[in-house]
């Protein structure tokens, strides 16, 4: 949020250096034929407003490679965070479907007869399971160190 606002503020500023370096250069292009009797420090002036100008864009172009710094840094923490959570569902994505499927209240389930039903289900629910961890560990998504 700070950052955003010396951008803004960078911004603001640049245009009114570089309006008041236009006024002066008109003023001082108007002047420009007789002389005047006192002196007045146009070029300096001029430079000075330039100098401060190129400051003021230098600021500006700084806070903005800083905040994107910041928001690519925000942006990886959210995908691994992210990166976990899919995994995770995606580990419990059998279990959800075996638990789905054995819940419904319809004739003709398979395994809802015999007297091992139960453990037929648990050793499908937990095979799946396996699979799915062992494809997503042979895939690369789990097991690998993050920088």
């Given at each position: 949020a700070r950052l955003g606002a010396i951008r803004r503020d960078a911004v603001?500023?640049?245009?009114?250096?570089?309006?008041?370096?236009?006024?002066?250069?008109?003023?001082?292009?108007?002047?420009?034929?007789?002389?005047?009797?006192?002196d007045l420090p146009f070029e300096k002036l001029g430079q000075r407003l330039d100098w401060l100008d190129g400051e003021a864009v230098a600021l500006r172009d700084r806070a903005?490679?800083?905040?994107?710094?910041?928001?690519?840094?925000?942006?990886?923490?959210t995908n691994r965070k992210l990166e976990v959570l899919s995994i995770v569902a995606t580990i419990f994505l059998p279990a959800g479907l075996v638990a789905g499927i054995f819940g419904m209240n319809v004739k003709g389930?398979?395994?809802?007869a015999t007297d091992g039903g139960f453990l037929w289900s648990m050793g499908i629910l937990i095979g799946a399971t396996v699979l799915v961890f062992w494809l997503l560990r042979r895939?690369?998504?789990?097991?690998?160190?993050?920088?």
């Open positions: 603001r500023l640049h245009r009114q250096l570089a309006m008041s370096r236009s006024l002066v250069n008109r003023f001082q292009a108007s002047l420009a034929g007789p002389s005047l009797p006192f903005h490679l800083l905040q994107e710094e910041v928001t690519l840094g925000l942006a990886e923490e389930l398979p395994l809802t895939a690369g998504a789990i097991g690998r160190k993050t920088p």
